[in-house]
């Protein structure tokens, strides 16, 4: 059964200046299959980001956009 993280936007941001690939250094960390959970507000932020931020930060917040792709969302509230 696979592990559920649940990431904010600062740990999916850090993936975009660090290049890694989560899904395998998640699996390597917990030693198992995790499923990555994005609750909504986060995903919210990053699409803010990604059309607001600096330059740079559009880049990055892009950059996890593209990749979460096949990743659930889930409401907060």
Same mark, same amino acid.
């Given at each position: 059964?696979?592990?559920?993280?649940?990431?904010?936007?600062? #740990?999916?941001?850090?993936?975009?200046? +660090?290049?890694?690939?989560?899904? @395998?250094?998640?699996?390597?960390? #917990?030693?198992?299959?995790?499923?990555?959970?994005?609750?909504?507000?986060?995903?919210?932020?990053?699409? @803010?980001?990604? +059309?607001?931020?600096?330059?740079? +930060?559009?880049?990055?917040?892009? #950059?996890?956009?593209?990749?979460?792709?096949?990743?659930?969302?889930?409401?907060?509230?």
């Amino acid at each position: 059964m696979p592990v559920d993280v649940i990431a904010d936007s600062s #740990f999916l941001l850090a993936q975009a200046e +660090a290049g890694l690939d989560v899904d @395998r250094e998640l699996t390597r960390v #917990f030693g198992r299959k995790v499923r990555l959970v994005i609750p909504q507000p986060v995903l919210d932020e990053v699409q @803010r980001i990604a +059309a607001q931020g600096s330059p740079k +930060a559009r880049r990055k917040a892009r #950059f996890v956009l593209e990749r979460l792709t096949g990743y659930g969302t889930v409401n907060s509230s």
